[in-house]
């Protein structure tokens, strides 16, 4: 790779990336994206640096990853988006590419609609630039931009299996944080992973930009071995707060926002990892409860079955529910369902009602959902309704010590699986604990399969949270 033009000089440059990151407001990532190219620093811009790099001696040449950690508003997807219009244009990537290759900088995050958000920082600045406009090959599509310089940008799925397999000049992954991370099927680390290989015929630079949250992932983990004087000098980490990065996001956002709930602010603008957010079970664990190559259980005589159903309007979640039975000092689920919307809730209760009965059932367990209309639509089919005692937290609060103690056997369902290794123990500014998915996850069927499990058990909505932070020490 041949730098054109200095990232310092294209900055400062109107008709290159010169409106980009205008004006004072802008200037530590100005420093940052230099600072990133290997190229020396004046010493105003040192103390930028140093005041969130957490060492004081800045790249003496490029460095092959830039991990910025910055609460929302930090301007990190503007910056790195300019970042990526100066990698894929003023770059020279002949040397690397095969005659007739074309490079390839990818936008990943967790879904194409976040990327999207990146990609289109990239589209802007490119277009915004009289200079680099003229590069742009064709009209941009809705996930590709084709360059003169032999570069596609391009928006791709944060999946390990799906990027392997292209030569990138640089790739961008946004807000890594709330990617699935370990005991996932597709983590944050084999994603970076898949993706390192591609950058190593051409020494190109990882771009990592993302809000801070649990104390888990491979965010996290970069931080912890690279920021600050021992890190590896060719792996750039920043972090700090929004104001830091951006002085001109408004002082009372970030103080209502820390008014509602400090720990969340505190990752949301502060930039510090949440200390309040927990894996609830490991995937080993759940797995272990899996009986392998059964995926239900018939009805059987003799079995007192329980049933759990977590309503839903048919809009937006699922409407799941869940038969289990207790054999020995086993809780054994038996069947899952799951109906996914849009779909008729009419027509979804009248199908669970049919399973339920199947199982000897003429009532069911849920939580208070929607108010009357579960009761109201299961009594149309000779089922009753009742409303469970415990709530969302207490029920999974009361079935990690069943997992624990290896007294749970589960279905071969992935779905089931992977909702229960995706839950997370907050802990509230009141001190109580709640149980709840993660951002942008859904646990729908893990919330009955729980409930099943727990009502099969016979366990009392006494099961309280001191009985769970018992079970977890």
């Known amino acids: 790779m041949n730098p054109l033009v200095s990232m310092r000089e294209a900055l400062s440059d109107p008709l290159l990336l010169g409106k980009a990151l205008p004006g004072d407001t802008w200037a530590l990532w100005r420093t940052l994206l230099i600072a990133s190219m290997g190229e020396p620093l004046n010493p105003e811009e040192r103390e930028l640096f140093a005041q969130v790099a957490g060492r004081q001696d800045s790249p003496s040449e490029r460095v092959d990853e ?53 990609f289109q920082h990239i589209a802007g600045v ?113 972090m700090a707060a929004s104001r830091v990065f951006n002085p001109g996001l408004p002082e009372k956002v970030v103080r209502k926002a820390y008014a509602r709930n400090p720990a969340v602010a505190a990752a949301e603008y502060g930039g510090a990892f949440r200390t309040d957010v927990e894996m609830l079970l490991s995937r080993e664990v759940v797995e272990g409860a899996v009986q392998i190559g059964v995926s239900e259980r018939g009805p059987t005589k003799g079995n007192a079955y329980f049933a759990f159903v977590d309503p839903s309007g048919g809009s937006n979640d699922s409407m799941t529910l869940a038969v289990a039975h207790r054999e020995g000092g086993m809780a054994v689920l038996d069947v899952t369902l799951e109906q996914k919307p849009p779909f008729s809730p009419d027509a979804t209760v009248a199908s669970f009602s049919k399973v339920l009965k199947s199982y000897g059932l003429k009532t069911v367990t849920g939580d208070r959902y929607a108010g009357e209309w579960p009761r109201e639509r299961f009594r149309q089919y000779g089922v009753t309704y009742e409303v469970s005692e415990m709530n969302k937290s207490e029920i999974y609060g009361a079935v990690v010590p069943a997992f624990n103690s290896g007294s749970v056997t589960l279905l071969d369902d992935d779905v089931t699986v992977d909702q229960f290794v995706g839950l997370e123990r907050r802990t509230g500014r009141s001190g109580r604990d709640t149980i709840d998915h993660a951002p942008n996850a859904h646990d729908d069927v893990a919330n ?8 099969a058990t016979g366990r009392s909505s006494s099961y309280t949270f001191e009985d769970m932070k018992r079970a977890y020490a």
């Not at 009955?448 to 009502?455: D, I, Q, R, T």
């Open 448 to 455: 009955a399969v729980a409930g099943a499990l727990v009502g």
């Open 126 to 238: 490119l277009q915004h630039s009289p200079t680099l406009c003229e590069m742009i090959e064709g009209e941009p599509t809705a996930d590709t931009i084709k360059l003169s310089t032999n570069v596609d940008i391009q928006i791709k799925p944060a999946n390990f299996r799906t990027i392997r397999g292209i030569t990138s000049i640089s790739a961008i992954a946004d807000e890594v944080a709330f990617w699935h991370v370990e005991g996932s099927r597709n983590p944050d680390s084999e994603i970076i992973e898949a993706l390192l290989p591609s950058l190593a015929t051409t020494g190109g630079m990882l771009i990592v930009i993302s809000s801070p949250y649990a104390r888990r992932g491979e965010l996290y983990r970069t931080y912890r071995q690279n920021y600050g004087p021992t890190g590896d000098p060719s792996i750039l980490v920043t």
């Open 66 to 118: 830039f991990w910025s950690i910055v609460g929302r508003r930090g301007g990190k997807t503007r910056a790195a988006g300019t970042l990526g219009a100066y990698i894929s244009t003023l770059c020279d990537w002949s040397d690397v590419l095969a005659p007739g290759e074309r490079g390839v900088l990818p936008v990943l995050a967790a879904s194409t609609s976040q990327a999207d958000r990146a």
